[in-house]
C-alpha cells in the first residue's frame, strides 16, 4: 500500500491508502491526490491472469507543480492504470464514448471492492488487491 496505509490524525483515507505501488503519484500530487469523481474512464479489461480487473482513466486534475518532463512538454492530463488482481467477482453494465465516472476502492467481502458509477456504465468487482500498474501524462487538445 502507499506509505499512508494507516490514517494519522483523523486523516480520511485517500484511494491510494488502497492501492500498491501509488507512491509516485502521491509524491506528483503533493500528498493531495485528487478524489476519483468525475474521472474520464477510457477502458475496462479483464485479464485471465490474476484473474485481473483493469481500469484505465484519467485523473479530474493535473497536478499544480508537475515534473519537470511533463511541464516541458506541455502536458495537461495524467492518466492511470489501476489493476485489482484476484478477482473474485466482476459484473459490467454498458459503457458509452466518454463516460465520466466515480470510482470508489473500499476494504470488504474478504478483499477490495471496487465500483465504477456513472449513467453509462455500471462496474462491481471483488478482488484480493490493487496496484498501480501504470501512470503517464499526455497533451490533451481541446477538440
Known sequence: MSESRVPTGGRHMAWTDHVFRSTGLVKIYGGEVPPLRGVHLH????HRGGPTLSLRFNLARYPADPPHKWAAQGYNRVQVTLAVSGIDSCSIEGFGLDP???????PGDGGL???????????????QSASLARMSAYLQGDG
Not at 100 to 106: G, K, M
Open 113 to 127: 471492492v471496487v465500483s465504477v458509477d456513472s449513467d453509462d456504465v455500471r462496474v462491481r468487482a471483488v478482488g
Open 43 to 46: 477502458a475496462v479489461d479483464l
Open 100 to 106: 465520466v465516472v466515480d470510482i470508489d476502492l473500499e
